[in-house]
């Protein structure tokens, strides 16, 4: 495998050449001050005003939600990623409207529930949110949609708003931290993989001398890097999973690793539209949480692997190719007309090259070369010799 510094020399260079990029964007980008306490029981109040004001006038209230869901309501910066325009367009939630006076109760039961969560310094969690009145709520996914949207509304970072989300990520590696709670995390045993935090802002005094940090898309594939001792061979590294489309706490926790260490990002994901799209979510953000790019998105994350190009490079044998279906080409579509994909000339180029291949491979492919493969050969191989886009 060669020695440590011929492993991580190309590594080396690619963190020194993105020194200078965080050097130009921090000089340019203004830094964005926390929201306070006071500040955020200030914004509800004007919102139940609102409410209250129409009432008085004999008026059904009416609540106005950022559309989050529209592509138009975004624009893209290559040092942010998808952020949401100001001035957007609005979806109307009515109180006197059968199809959404129960979206109207819901949001406003959610209000009361974050302004004493706010005013008593104390957090809970969104389960706990639709745990505490089932009947309203319906089913747990209309509490998390609500909460984001109430975020966006108000222009206040979720965590601020003092509701906590379950994680579902996992951590390996050459890392130790603080929880918000004063618990000591050490993710550096082989053994013992640790959950991401569910309050990534109270992290504090992380430790590591990690040359990069490693995205994986899947559990299976993380999993399997652990059974190989992935992260003492190749260590110092870190290694992380959303367990598939990331949850927002695994992306704050790459985005709180990239702002204290400032060391290349990697993405390990299948060659197909769907694990694009996940490596894109960690890049650029995604167009529903488009409000929050600033503290989700992570510019600087570089495509290692499966690269369709790889598989004809490394001649994957045909038989553990799998073609393309109809949606993953309408997906490979969308994707090729996203706004961010003209500023990645290189992603384009792997892109099109599957769409004129038709053909798709999970990253398990390549255990049909051999079965250490993937952890023997391709992973220090990529790294040793820059292998990523």
């Given amino acids: 495998m060669g020695s440590r510094c011929e492993l991580f020399s190309e590594i080396d260079k690619l963190r020194a050449e993105l ?26 109040e004007n919102v ?27 624009s893209f910066d290559s040092s942010i990623g998808l952020q949401m325009n100001l001035g957007s367009s609005v979806t109307t939630v009515r109180s006197d409207c059968p199809m959404s006076v129960d979206k109207f109760a819901q949001i406003m039961r959610i209000f009361m529930v974050i302004y004493k969560l706010v005013q008593s310094n104390s957090y809970a969690t969104k389960r706990d949110i639709y745990y505490n009145d089932t009947q309203l709520f319906g089913s747990q996914r209309n509490v998390d949609i609500i909460v984001d949207d109430i975020s966006c509304m108000l222009k206040v970072p979720r965590r601020s708003l003092h509701v906590l989300a379950t994680s579902k ?19 550096r045993s082989s053994t013992v993989v640790s ?30 890097l652990l059974d190989d001792n992935f992260c003492t061979k190749l260590s110092p590294c870190i290694m992380i999973t959303g367990k598939g489309v990331p949850d927002v706490n695994s992306r ?15 993405a390990l994901v ?23 790019a600033h503290s989700l998105t992570v510019p600087s994350v570089m495509w290692l692997g499966l690269l369709p190009s790889d598989l004809q490079r490394l001649r994957v044998p045909e038989d553990a190719l799998i073609p393309l279906t109809k949606r993953d080409e309408s997906k490979l579509i969308s994707l090729l007309q996203r706004p961010y994909s003209a500023s990645q000339p290189d992603w384009l180029k792997e892109m099109e090259m599957m769409q004129r291949s038709k053909v798709k491979a999970e990253i398990q492919s390549l255990a049909a070369i051999a079965p250490d493969f993937l952890t023997n050969i391709y992973l220090p191989n990529k790294l040793r010799y820059g292998g990523w886009v």
């Fill in 195 to 224: 959950a991401v935090s569910s309050n990534i802002a109270g992290i504090r005094n992380i430790v590591s001398s990690a040359k990069f940090v490693m995205i994986v898309e899947k559990d299976a594939t993380f999993q399997r």
């Fill in 270 to 292: 299948d060659a197909d539209p769907h694990g694009i799209e996940i490596m894109c979510i960690y890049k650029y953000g995604s167009l529903s949480m488009s409000f929050e």
């Fill in 19 to 44: 020194l200078k990029k965080v050097e130009v964007i921090t000089h340019c980008q203004r830094v964005e001050k926390e929201i306070s306490p006071g500040e955020i029981l200030n914004r509800i």
């Fill in 48 to 74: 139940i005003l609102g409410i209250v004001t129409s009432l008085s006038r004999d008026e059904a209230p009416v609540l106005a939600l950022p559309d989050r869901s529209n592509w138009d309501n975004t």
């Fill in 169 to 187: 990520g996992l951590i390996s590696g050459d890392l130790c931290y603080m929880e918000a709670d004063g618990t000591r995390i050490d993710c």
């Fill in 252 to 266: 704050l926790m790459v985005r709180k690793l990239w702002d204290t260490l400032h060391i290349p990002i990697f």
